[in-house]
């Protein structure tokens, strides 16, 4: 069970930028939610509010009915993926994904089936031993999907994760994102710019505008009440 409430949430940077006014949504157990809106709406800061990346100004976020505004993003049980894949250059794919485990003292022999259960689901056991910059951009951002959800997360945010792919390639892995979560026991929280994304993938859309929300709905809902 993973719920997500935030309520009345607002973020102000520098005592200056309302980023986020008041946003308010509760997310059930499982459900993929998709934030879209052009940019600078507020969809990254509502994001990184919610891994604990960036400070809540006013309002509450609850995961589980748990209030976790001051909890550590380690503390969270929430996993993340951006649009630059953000992976150790340094790491081979293996040891990309192998490290958030490493960092819990998860045994090995666990780590070891983690990873390679990932890799199966996204595809990536034959780039296991290569390094980031041997792969192209889609296996990169697979590579950075399959760190994220060896963690086993209740909530797995994305932003723009598709955003540096080209048209093709975007549409493949839209795809793949939509098997992914049939696999896998998580509640998502999506951002993206990209209308067609946000129907394909979400059960309810959330429209920002400015740092406020909208609209919510289905895609049906939105779609046929703009
Ligand atoms: P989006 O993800 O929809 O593009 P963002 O959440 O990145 O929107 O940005 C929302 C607003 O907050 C923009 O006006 C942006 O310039 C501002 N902003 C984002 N991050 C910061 C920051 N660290 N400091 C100050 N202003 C910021
Ligand atoms: P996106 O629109 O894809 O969310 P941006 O290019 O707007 O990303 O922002 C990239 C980074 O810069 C983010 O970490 C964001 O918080 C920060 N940022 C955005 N706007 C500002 C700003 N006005 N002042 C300081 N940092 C900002």
Do not use: W
């Not at 994904?97 to 890799?119: G, S, T, W, Y």
């Not at 979560?181 to 959330?206: K, W």
């Amino acid at each position: 069970m993973s719920t997500v409430r935030l309520k009345h949430v607002k973020k102000i940077y520098d005592h200056a930028v309302t980023a986020v006014h008041d946003f308010s949504l509760d997310i059930a157990d499982k459900e993929f939610i998709v934030l879209v809106g052009p940019s600078g709406c507020g969809k990254s800061t509502t994001l990184r509010m919610v891994a604990g990346l960036e400070e809540i100004s006013e309002g509450e976020l609850y995961i589980d009915e748990k209030l976790v505004n001051d909890e550590a993003p380690k503390d969270r049980d929430i996993a993340m993926v951006f649009q630059s894949y953000a992976l150790y250059p340094h790491m081979t794919v293996r040891e990309n994904m192998e490290f958030p485990l490493k960092l819990k003292k998860m045994p090995k022999a666990e780590i070891n089936q983690r990873v390679q259960d990932a890799a199966e689901i996204l595809g990536i056991t034959q780039y296991l031993d290569r390094k980031p910059k041997a792969l192209s951009g889609g296996q990169r951002q697979r590579v950075a999907i399959g760190r994220a959800i060896v963690r086993e997360p209740k909530v797995l945010l994305m932003d723009e994760p598709l955003s540096n792919l080209d048209a093709k390639l975007r549409n493949q892995m839209r795809s793949e994102i939509i098997k992914l979560r049939q696999r896998i026991n998580t509640t998502f929280l999506y951002v993206t710019h990209d209308q067609t994304e946000a129907m394909t993938l979400g059960d309810r859309i959330v429209i920002m505008k400015d740092g406020y929300i909208q609209q919510i709905g289905t895609p049906q809902e939105v779609f046929n009440h703009p």
